[in-house]
């Protein structure tokens, strides 16, 4: 029969063995000492110098004093003397100062048991993270600050087939997606309800050429016959593309595209017109300046065209205005 136990060397009664509450009361200390283990520290190589009955330590590396050649051991005090514990490969220890928790491997010693950052495989901050959403929050809102100068957002991806893109969601449900998405293009699409996609805007990669599958309509509005309208360009310089869409009359009687220029030197030129629009350069369009039956078109020094509606029969143009092409 062994004299100790097989995990933690508690001794063993033994028998016809005299004086059998020695052997018992030390296995208890032992007990006492590992069950729950909590430390008092674990960076100190020598003993304190007024330690309490059960105070409980690791010896640092380096060990002294009475401690010496117990480096990485369980130290712990009886009251009278020091007594020490080996310990065993996953044994795990709890530490007060610094507060923190410590995991035995046979090769390292103790090391940190709480996961880093580094290591962390999954991280949810007040929500659940998954294994495809692996770092998981939620909040009102996410900071991502500069530290000293500029801050970049990166998101990357493996091969040019797959995606790098921002979805944006209707309770879990797509709703836009940005980025490069199946190809090195970048695109903006939309979804009205998560299943149907459309292009918005596409930027070609190899010739930054911009495309816009689904057309581009910049403004829609109203001129009322008799009044000037006021239309604030994207851009100082460019087309656009100004057509008529009511219904009530032919809309190449009443559509243009134009060239402007606004700024300090205003200018406008018409590229292709109806017949009835009367280009008035830069002076403002007035029911004086534009002759009845006609739709004044002006360019403005202050960033600005103005539509002056004198159609014939007195009838409001409905306009849908887009910007061909602008420039800065």
């Not at 100790?4 to 208890?28: C, D, G, Y």
């Not at 007060?96 to 962390?120: C, I, M, N, R, Y």
């Not at 998954?130 to 600050?145: E, G, I, K, M």
Request: hydrophobic share 40%; glycine share 8%; aromatic share 6%.
């Amino acid at each position: 029969m062994s004299d100790t136990s097989h995990v933690l060397s508690l001794p063993l009664i033994q028998p016809s063995q005299a004086q059998k509450h020695i052997t018992h009361n030390e296995a208890i200390q032992v007990l006492d000492a590992v069950v729950q283990l909590v430390v008092i520290a674990s960076d100190q190589s020598a003993p304190p110098q007024s330690p309490q009955t059960g105070d409980r330590y690791i010896v640092a590396a380096a060990g002294s004093g009475a401690w010496a050649g117990h480096d990485g051991d369980i130290a712990v005090y009886t009251g009278a003397t020091w007594i020490f514990i080996t310990p065993l490969p996953g044994w795990s220890a709890q530490v007060l100062t610094p507060k923190g928790a410590l995991l035995f491997d046979a090769v390292q010693g103790w090391q940190s048991a709480a996961p880093t950052l580094e290591t962390t495989p999954q991280l949810g901050i007040n929500a659940t993270a998954d294994q495809t959403n692996r770092l998981s929050l939620s909040a009102p809102a996410t900071l991502l600050n500069h530290d000293g100068a500029g801050h970049q957002l990166k998101v990357n991806k493996a091969t040019a087939s797959d995606t790098a893109s921002l979805l944006f969601q209707n309770d879990f449900s797509g709703r836009a997606e940005m980025g490069l998405a199946g190809d090195d293009d970048f695109a903006v699409k939309v979804s009205p309800d998560g299943a149907t996609w459309r292009t918005a805007v596409q930027v070609d990669a190899q010739t930054a050429r911009l495309v816009a599958p689904e057309g581009v309509e910049s403004l829609r509005l109203v001129a009322v016959h008799g009044t000037t309208l006021t239309l604030t360009p994207p851009s100082p310089a460019g087309f656009a593309m100004i057509s008529s869409v009511s219904s009530n009359f032919p809309q190449n009687a009443a559509s243009m595209i134009v060239c402007y220029d606004v700024g300090l030197s205003p200018q406008l030129m018409l590229v292709w017109h109806g017949g009835v629009v009367h280009n008035l350069g830069n002076t403002p369009p007035t029911a004086a300046n534009v002759p009845a039956g006609k739709i004044g078109l002006a360019a403005q020094s202050d960033g600005t065209l103005l539509i002056r509606n004198e159609y014939p029969n007195a009838l409001d143009l409905e306009y849908c205005i887009t910007w061909i092409n602008s420039w800065r």
